[in-house]
Nanobody, 126 residues
Framework: QVQLAESGGGLVQAGGSLRLSCAASGRTFSSYVMGWFRQAPGKERDFVAG????????YYVDSQKGRFTISRDNAKNTVYLQMTSLKPEDTAVYYC???????????????????WGQGTQVTVSS
């Protein structure tokens, strides 16, 4: 099982940008599809973006298309989430997730990803 550690969260004003990183342990990073989820207080953990093993296919929810970009660098065992035009409603804890199977990229279900990081807080002020 891969170990994941997110970084890059923080406080940003509305309209600003942040880039989240998720570093993975081990030598088999390219065997995992990766996803980003977020969870606001009192709400469910929601899919934000996903990326296939080699990075050739990316998946987004409609509300993030054009604002968020997921990418990965398999040589660095890292997946990124570039977030632009941030809104207060983007405030949440952001988690990266991994799985060897790509079901989660289409289902957008958290339960289809078996490995999770601890999360990083993103706060967008108005």
């Amino acid at each position: 099982q891969v170990q994941l550690a997110e970084s890059g969260g923080g406080l940003v004003q509305a309209g600003g940008s942040l880039r989240l990183s998720c570093a993975a342990s081990g030598r088999t990073f390219s065997s995992y599809v990766m996803g980003w989820f977020r969870q606001a207080p009192g709400k469910e953990r929601d899919f934000v973006a996903g990326i296939s093993w080699g990075g050739g296919h990316t998946y987004y929810v409609d509300s993030q298309k054009g604002r968020f970009t997921i990418s990965r660098d398999n040589a660095k065992n890292t997946v990124y989430l570039q977030m632009t035009s941030l809104k207060p409603e983007d405030t949440a804890v952001y988690y990266c997730a991994a799985d060897r199977n790509d079901d989660g990229l289409r289902s957008h279900r958290a339960r289809d990803f078996r490995s999770w990081g601890q999360g990083t807080q993103v706060t967008v002020s108005s």
